[in-house]
């Protein structure tokens, strides 16, 4: 499945369609959840790649098996993407581990009703939009990137791939008193103090770790040990679909670098947007 310079739009959203088509598109709106499905929901550049290794961890007690053989799109597929359905079925693990970056209104009516777990990731977004354009370079199934300026305005409009930020991160954070299953971290929180990031999550997924599986999991998650193992950093994906010789998927992994970026002018421009766009969100603001 190449179709790098296809689009797929979908309730007004596009798609990259080397990923998706209409048909798993719809699929993953009927998915039947099972009680034991932990999923991971985000925006795309959130820190989706740094939960599905900590989850993964966690699961596993530390035991770094899993996570240095099997490709991450394999062990925490992403629910909406083509291939799912398959690797779905294909699956023997007890507690499945999915990953989405559908907002809430699409699949928030899929997940009713169900104790699935869900963690909810996401991140200052002047660095998102920095990590995506910089991921857009590279991306060959993701349009062209364009000049910052324009690719800024998108971002704030909404109309880049995946859609917008703000819808997404509204409309699962209105979720958070009307479901007790669900677990909203910050990719700042995460990098600020790894080690209780991880035991917030454990603690969520209801399984305990000692001190030596948390320490083991924080090792296996940093940074350094994430862009050296090749499950994980997109390596294996061949150059035509991400061209690492323009970037690494693992890019840069700090908090605060949107400062490197964006102009005075930009950075005033953001903060009008996001203040009107979040007004009726006090704890974003
Ligand atoms: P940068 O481009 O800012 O470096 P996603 O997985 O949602 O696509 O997010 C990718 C972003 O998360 C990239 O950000 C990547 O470097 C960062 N990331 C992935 N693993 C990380 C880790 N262990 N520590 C810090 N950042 C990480």
């Not at 740094?50 to 394999?74: C, K």
């Not at 991160?169 to 009307?178: D, T």
């Not at 209801?206 to 030596?212: D, G, I, N, R, S």
Request: glycine share 6%; net charge negative; hydrophobic share 40%.
């Amino acid at each position: 499945m190449a179709r790098l310079d296809v689009t797929e739009m979908f309730h007004g959203i596009s798609f990259p369609g080397h990923l998706h088509t209409q048909e798993s598109l719809e699929l993953a709106l009927r998915f039947p959840f099972r009680d034991t499905d932990v999923l991971i929901v985000s925006y795309p550049k959130s820190g989706t790649t740094w939960l599905q290794e900590i989850v993964t961890l966690i699961l596993s007690r530390g035991d770094p098996h899993l996570n240095q053989t099997v490709p991450n799109w394999e062990r925490a597929p992403w629910l909406e993407q083509y291939y799912s359905a398959a690797v779905l079925e294909a699956s023997s693990a007890t507690q499945r581990i999915i990953t989405s970056h559908l907002p809430h209104h699409l699949l928030g009516p899929a997940l009713q009703g169900s104790k699935a777990k869900v963690i909810y990731v996401y991140r200052d977004p002047k660095d998102v939009v920095v990590s995506f354009y910089h991921f857009h370079k590279m991306a060959n199934f993701l349009p062209d990137a364009g000049t910052f300026e324009g690719f800024l305005k998108r971002f704030l409009e909404g109309t880049l791939n995946y859609g917008s930020w703000f819808d997404h991160v509204k409309g699962w954070s209105s979720q958070k008193n009307f479901m007790d299953n669900l677990l909203h971290i910050t990719y700042e929180e995460m990098s600020l103090n790894l080690h209780d990031a991880i035991g917030k999550v454990s603690s969520f997924l209801q399984c305990p770790l000692v001190e030596e599986e948390v320490n083991n999991c924080v090792k296996l998650c940093s940074f350094a040990s994430m862009k050296n193992n090749n499950m994980v950093n997109y390596t294996l994906i061949p150059h035509e679909i991400m061209d690492q010789s323009k970037g690494s998927f693992m890019r840069n992994g700090k908090t605060g670098d949107w400062k490197n970026m964006f102009t005075e002018e930009q950075n005033q421009y953001f903060e009008i947007v996001y203040k009107s766009k979040m007004q009726d969100y006090p704890e974003f603001v």
